[in-house]
């Protein structure tokens, strides 16, 4: 079972149905879902969608801290890794260029998250925000022009995320 936990995105019932279509289970469920809530559910995933606001802003969605101490591998996506890395102690900032529509993804990494990515290939960016510090253990798998740390993990703790979808 993946767990898609929602912060507004349009995405996350698009996100859920791709997941089921490789024949895994998945449930899309509210950021307010408590850490003991996830636990008791047992999945081997967790996955952060995007959404509209901005991490900094005062009422922004964030979930429960303790998600992070569960030993579940979490992705992020967005907003999703915007709150990831402003959670665990980086910093997240408005961008001095936001970054709407196509964009260029260089590979800094080519981690397993990358494997069937092109240096270079065009991904849909939709971004007024910038990761401009990142926590502990992260490191920058990928950036564009405009977003320096466009995909980011930390491999200990297997967590992943970028700041983009394919086009």
Same mark, same amino acid.
Request: with cysteine; hydrophobic share 35%; proline share 5%.
């Given at each position: 079972? /993946?767990?898609?936990?929602?912060?507004?995105?349009?995405?996350?019932?698009?996100?859920?149905?791709?997941?089921?279509?490789?024949?895994?289970?998945?449930?899309?469920?509210?950021?307010?879902?408590?850490?003991?809530?996830?636990?008791?559910?047992?999945?081997?995933?967790?996955?952060?969608?995007?959404?509209?606001?901005?991490?900094?802003?005062?009422?922004?969605?964030?979930?429960?801290?303790?998600?992070?101490?569960?030993? /579940?591998?979490?992705?992020?996506?967005?907003?999703?890794?915007?709150?990831?890395?402003?959670?665990?102690?980086?910093?997240?900032?408005?961008?001095?260029?936001?970054?709407?529509?196509?964009? +260029?993804?260089?590979?800094?990494?080519?981690?397993?998250?990358?494997?069937?990515?092109?240096?270079?290939?065009?991904?849909?960016?939709?971004?007024?925000?910038?990761?401009?510090?990142?926590?502990?253990?992260?490191?920058?798998?990928?950036?564009?022009?405009?977003?320096?740390?466009?995909? /980011?993990?930390?491999?200990?703790? +297997?967590?992943?995320?970028?700041?983009?979808?394919?086009?």
């Amino acid at each position: 079972m /993946i767990i898609i936990l929602d912060f507004g995105s349009q995405y996350s019932e698009l996100i859920a149905r791709r997941i089921r279509e490789t024949q895994v289970y998945s449930e899309v469920l509210s950021y307010r879902t408590s850490a003991e809530q996830i636990r008791s559910l047992a999945p081997k995933g967790i996955i952060f969608s995007g959404g509209p606001n901005s991490v900094y802003d005062a009422g922004a969605p964030h979930c429960d801290p303790e998600i992070w101490d569960l030993g /579940i591998p979490i992705f992020g996506v967005c907003y999703g890794m915007q709150l990831m890395v402003q959670q665990l102690g980086g910093q997240v900032e408005p961008a001095d260029h936001g970054e709407y529509g196509k964009a +260029s993804l260089f590979i800094d990494d080519p981690t397993d998250l990358l494997t069937n990515v092109q240096d270079g290939a065009t991904m849909w960016m939709s971004h007024g925000d910038s990761c401009t510090r990142l926590p502990e253990g992260f490191e920058v798998l990928a950036h564009t022009h405009n977003t320096p740390c466009a995909a /980011i993990a930390n491999s200990e703790k +297997s967590f992943m995320a970028c700041s983009f979808t394919r086009k």
